[in-house]
């Protein structure tokens, strides 16, 4: 087992990786930019280093700065978290040859995986269902080639990159020619490579995932599966396990072609097999993480295991010492990932100092969080506050533990998502558990007269 990690983030994910190395006995390094001096993971780390100003650019994404800062520290490995460099496959690499161990798949499956269009083919090598779709376009004539043999809708994707950039959906020839040269312009922009494939849309589907883990020795084991289609511009805000969609019947099959895919591609680590569902309960691959989620937390509550550690402990070298038939799904969870932004101003980012922090408790209720009271949110990084994770026997008392928790919630100083977040517990189709991934775009008007009636409730 290693002595000393450093962790390459910041936030709650680099808080989360250290409790980790602390329950296992292992030294941990925070590495912090110039804005983030005050921040609870530097507090909290055995050491820290200031890696650079307060930019992302001129910090966090500064390889140099943070390979010298794993020398001078003695870490023997490194933990990327998500976000950052988590999936930059040169990264990887550069850890490795300067003798770190890489905490996290390897650079070829990071770089295999990281491009849409090479992803798809290695699915479709290891038996997994794609959505119908091309290889990459070169024009807007083979788009458009494209669109009448699928029919129409059908989405223009960015190979490189993710967080929604250099995607369109398009209903039309027409729309198609417009949002294919749009498309093509963000992802160059976005990630310097503005190749796109076509695939058919789907109209109404779920986004379900598979938490995987892979050790050293050939085995690859699932953690069942987390639904995530409520999302805003294909960002997930939140997040529940097991989804109300899926039967046990289901979640074998998607397990199995998770596990089939991590195999293919000789997969080790921690990572996440995407999947759009549709109504007619076909399932397709849609991306593959190769790192930690931010949702994970949902898959430890409802079978027990700390994908954290074991993250740490299949980089050291250790073998799993449970089995498939180990891993159940008991109860239910649910995450809600609380932002600073307002809601009422179409989730505008608010940062800014959160005057007093009080974090929810009680039965079935997990946090986490790097704020604390006084701490000034820098306008530089993602909005991210708290992942607040609520757990109950069935999806009912989920639902209500969360009601509860978001109710105790105090952020003074700043708006938050939470009131949006309680709107969404409260809306009808997501209680029924019938929420898709067009449920913002369909349900948005209701949930804004909600929030307007919470917030005259509120000051009267």
Known sequence: MFNKILIANRGEIALRIMRACRELGIQSVAIHSSADADSLHVKYADESVCVGKSSSAESYLRIPNIIAAAEITGAEAIHPGYGFLAENAEFAEICVENDFTWIGPSADVIRNLGDKATARSMTVEAGVPVVPGTGLVDSVEEAEAAGRQFGFPVIIKATAGGGGKGMRVAWDEAELRKNYVAARTEAGASFGNDAVYIEKYLVNPRHVEIQLMADHHGNVIHFGERDCSVQRRHQKLIEEAPSPAVSEELRQRMGSAAVSLARNVGYRSAGTVEFLLDEDGSFYFMEMNTRIQVEHPVSEMVTGFDLMKWMIRVAAGEQFDFTQDDVVVKGHAIECRINAENPERDFMP???????????????????????????????????????????????????????????????????????????????????????????????????????????????
Request: hydrophobic fraction near 35%; proline fraction near 7%.
């Open 350 to 460: 608010c940062p800014g100092r959160v005057f007093y922090f009080h974090a929810p408790g009680g039965p079935g209720i997990r946090v986490d969080t790097h704020v604390y009271s006084d701490y000034l949110v820098p306008p530089h990084y993602d909005s991210l506050l708290a992942k607040i994770i609520a757990h109950g026997k069935d999806r009912e008392e989920a639902v209500a533990r969360m009601r509860r928790a978001l109710s105790e919630c105090v952020f003074e100083g700043l708006p938050t998502s939470t009131p949006f977040h309680l709107e969404v517990l409260n809306n009808p189709v997501f209680l029924q558990g019938k929420a898709t991934t067009r449920f913002l775009e369909e349900e948005l008007s209701h949930l804004q007269e909600g929030l307007r009636v919470r917030a005259k409730t509120e000051e009267g």
